[in-house]
């Protein structure tokens, strides 16, 4: 030790002068003189602990101190040490707590379970009001500051009827008997420990403590990234940090079967979508007790730890209990993404920027400002992601790519486009990639050649989908001699609208106001309205455009349309299919208006189409419920691994009642 006296400064109070005492004990034959000095924690008691205070709200004083050269070091609670703290300052060692525990303080003794209902309790903690409200939530909890002695005296005073003070500071102040009872709250990780602070500029001053440094008993931690699976991708300095660990918490996304040559204790704590096995709060707590029983411990993630790994959040969790962490890079699955499937994230005239988005999100999914996106986490949101993005001015044809367990063996890419994308149900494998941009175009002209299954009647509007086999499971058939609406359209003038939900609708119709002689001038004060483009230009055919088409492309549009505009006590006309839309003639007559509901066409399922094998195709298109229908009644139930896009809410909201 040395002979020079060192200037040791500690707040002014007599716990702080007693734990200058207790640190001094673990350095027999130190030389020192002691300055204490009123924080401004001290000073302004009025302020409640349970606001959010500034962190260094009881060392503020202290520190400038220490770095104006005021004094050698500074004696504290641990626990109101700020994280992190000034950069000039340095930790010099954290000392052994002797007791961690919370002590309730009472009037006569009494215990938190005799406390009668509604009985004052005091804390400075938001923490322990938390705790002691979950096993007494009929109790009233008072906030209240000042000196342990000061707390008790309100205490006996009768303001309050009980107290929640450190057992440890109860001790140190000689005041054990008036400890009705250990509570059995989880407390500050800190709480007992005493910290020696000090200038980074004297390591002369700081080695005079290493010795009491009970870090010095700690395990080293490190956050290890493992990449997107394959273990090729582990770095070199990831293999000796699992070489090195005593014990290894890793998740889903890697090679368990690797992990095996390891020695180290495996403990798993993965985070599935709706199958968590552990918080983040408790992953944190594991790691933290393992480093402080002295294992060296690795935190495995997969991909990246600072890419949607929660690497920052268990860096802070860890550093504010002073644990030191490393940070093992690891291959991130965005750029795995990129190199296993040929997409280049940026490309000369096409993509100068790309950004990294979270998909899985209970907000909607932001829509980042970059040329080339890739969401990680997005399978749940794709119709979300891909709504948010045409919505922001993302063209419905922008190409996009779903990859699946990217660097792996059973690696999968699925290519589509945003419009598919945003009336697409899928179920896919997880976890599933999805990178948007005119960059997955350059390898989605490699493999335009991809199966896409057409079931609906028509191929006019799929043409470019891909490699189209068209196999219509279901067929149309004309109702013939329908009396009821060749009298409809013997009496147009009468229909404030028409609605057409398909162009079957429009062409039965015009076939029978060709039968009933009718004049195209009994139109001139109806208005027409059309479910989707396919509608509209079969009206067109007629050289009459809709007052109003549906921009869902479903009648759901034309619901909303007749909603907002509170369009009621309207008399419509509604030729349909035998199998019709419950749900718009329902909604159209909610709304206060008279409805002539007339089928005009059947749908049948045809019997004539082939059974194909759908392993064969990487996407499947149902253009009417109809054609869901007829699909599960032929295949069963829906496969997986295959894009399913709907066209229209409606075709979609049936779809979905089979997944």
Known sequence: MSDKALHITCRDSALSLLQVKEALSFFPGMSCRIFPIQSFGDKNKQISLMENIAPDFFTRELDRALIRGEADIAVHSAKDLPYPLSPELALFALLDAFDKTDALVSRNKQTLKQLPSGARVGTSSLARKTELLSVRPDLEVVSIRGTIEERIAQVDEGFIDALIVA????????LTGRIAEILPFKTHPLQGNLAIVGRKDRPDIKKQFFGMDIRNRYGKVKLVGFGPGNPDLLTIGGDKSLAEADVIFHDDLLDRTFLSRYPGEKVYVGKRKDMHRFQQDE?????YQAA??????VRLKGGDPMIFAHGREEIDFLRSRFVEVAIIPGV??????SAYTHIPLTHRGLASSVAFATGHSDKNPSVPLADTLVYYMGGANLSVIAGNLMAAGRPEDTPAALAYNVSLPDQKIWFSTLKELKHSIVKYPTPILIIVGEVVGLENQQ???????LTGTSIEEYENAGNITHTPLIKIEKIENNRALLNATGKLCSYDWIIFTSRYGVRYFFEAFSESRSDIRDLAHTKLASVGKTTSAELGKHHLYPDLESDTGSAKGLVDYFRENRLTGKKILLPRSDKGLKYLSEALIRLGNTLTDIPVYRNIVNEQALEIDLRLFRKIIFTSPSGVEAFAERYGEMPEGIQLISKGETTEEKLKTYL
């Open 167 to 174: 057992s440890c500071a109860l001790k140190r102040l000689g």
């Open 283 to 287: 992953i944190n707590e594991l790691v």
């Open 292 to 297: 402080i029983s002295g294992k060296n411990t």
């Open 332 to 337: 991130s699955a965005g750029n795995a993404l």
């Open 447 to 453: 493999t335009s050649n991809q199966g896409v299954l």
